[in-house]
């Protein structure tokens, strides 16, 4: 994962940066080893399976935001919410909740609530905006 500033990060090409990424990204995981190997991210060195939660927690969640954001479907996967919340409610504690922390306040989610909808409001989003 890369630890540089994220505007350093894109160049001239934020395209074919992102392509890039991605694909560096999915390789890592096909590594035997992916969930021990350590791994340095912009919050210090964490196991594998530390970068895999954050990796897929970010990917569905900012998903779900520029889904919402556009006015497109913003259905996440059962499977892959109820994994990412998973880790979110394991990894994110109230300290790193709030002005100037990596996340808000969670929200209440509704009563019948989807496992994308559990995700996201964990996260401090409106799922139903």
């Known amino acids: 994962m890369p630890t540089a500033d994220p505007a350093d990060l894109v160049g001239s090409d934020p395209g074919a940066a992102y392509g890039g990424a991605s694909a560096a990204l999915v390789e890592a995981t ?4 992916v969930g021990e190997r350590l791994t340095e991210l912009q919050i210090g060195t964490v196991p594998g399976s530390v970068a895999l939660g954050l990796a897929l927690m970010d990917a569905l969640t900012h998903g779900w935001d520029l889904a919402t954001a556009t006015e497109q479907p913003a259905d996440i996967p059962s499977e892959l919410a109820a994994s990412a919340l998973a880790f979110g409610e394991s990894a994110i504690d109230d ?35």
Do not use: C, I, T, W
């Open 95 to 129: 300290g790193m909740r709030g002005p100037g922390m990596p996340f808000k306040a969670a929200l209440p989610p509704p009563s019948d609530a989807s496992q994308g909808e559990l995700l996201v409001a964990f996260l401090g989003r409106n799922p139903r905006p």
């Open 30 to 33: 096909l590594a035997d080893d």
